[in-house]
Structure formats: C-alpha cells, structure tokens
C-alpha cells in the first residue's frame, strides 16, 4: 500500500504518517525507487498510534504502549501503569478545568455587561498579572 492508501484506512493524514515514520513508529518497506511500500501491520500500528493519541497519550506513552504490544512476553501490569498514569494526568486536568469554569462564571456573573468602564474580569486579569510581577520582583531581590 502506498501512504494514499494507508492514509486513507488508517484515517490519519500523510504528514503524520510521514512524521511517525521520522520519529520511528513505524517502518514501511522502501521500494527500488525510494516509495514507502506499506505493510498491513504498518496499517495495524498506524491504527494504534491513532486510537492512542486520540485517548491523548503522549508519543513517548503510545511508543511504550507500542513496544509492550509488540511483545509477547510483556506484562500487562507495565501496560496497565502507563494507562494509569495518564488517567491521573486526566484527572488533574478535569480539576483545572472545573476551577476554571467557577472562576469564569464568577467573573462572568460579576460583570455587569453595560456601557460603564468598570469590568471584574479585567480587574481580575489585571491582579493576576501585578500578582505574577510582584512575585517575580520578589523573587529577583
């Protein structure tokens, strides 16, 4: 299969084929005259890379998790710690996010919206950044 093809079941783009290959996630056969000559297990691990970086792993996670798959040996508690991990990572990031949605609709609420000047969510942005410079003032001395 040309990268046409495999682009087009694998449902990724060619520049991103083309970049896994670079960092090497995958390995096609190279042609006489230099085209990638895909496999259908080059198509299997395009697939897996997709699915995985959909579920937001990381490349250095969806390369282990591609190595643990790859081997027969492996245990399934390796696979298990990597997606652990990364759940905890979710996690912590759906915590920030709820905070910032309570901030915002705050803020949001706090303004009044109308023709006068005076606006809490520029108030607000503009502590944070005096806040972040008085830090750094202090930090400096």
Do not use: W
Not at 5 to 34: C, F, H, Q
Not at 35 to 52: E, I, M, V
Not at 53 to 69: A, H, M, V
Not at 73 to 97: G, M, N, P, T, Y
Request: hydrophobic fraction near 35%; charged fraction near 30%; aromatic fraction near 4%.
């Amino acid at each position: 299969m040309n990268i046409g093809d495999v682009a087009r079941l694998s449902g990724l783009p060619a520049k991103t084929i083309r970049y896994y290959e670079d960092i090497g996630l995958v390995t096609p056969l190279r042609s006489t005259n230099g085209y990638r000559s895909f496999r259908q297990s080059d198509l299997h691990k395009l697939a897996f890379l997709s699915r995985a970086r959909s579920l937001g792993f990381t490349i250095d996670d969806c390369r282990n998790l591609l190595e643990l798959y790859e081997d027969n040996s492996r245990a399934s508690a390796d696979v298990k710690k990597i997606a652990r991990e990364h759940l905890d990572q979710v996690d912590a990031k759906i915590k920030e996010l709820i905070e910032m949605k309570k901030t915002l609709t705050h803020l949001v609420h706090e303004c009044a919206g109308d023709n006068r000047p005076d606006c809490p969510i520029l108030d607000d942005l503009s502590t944070a950044i005096a806040g972040e410079a008085t830090v750094a003032k202090a930090a400096n001395s």
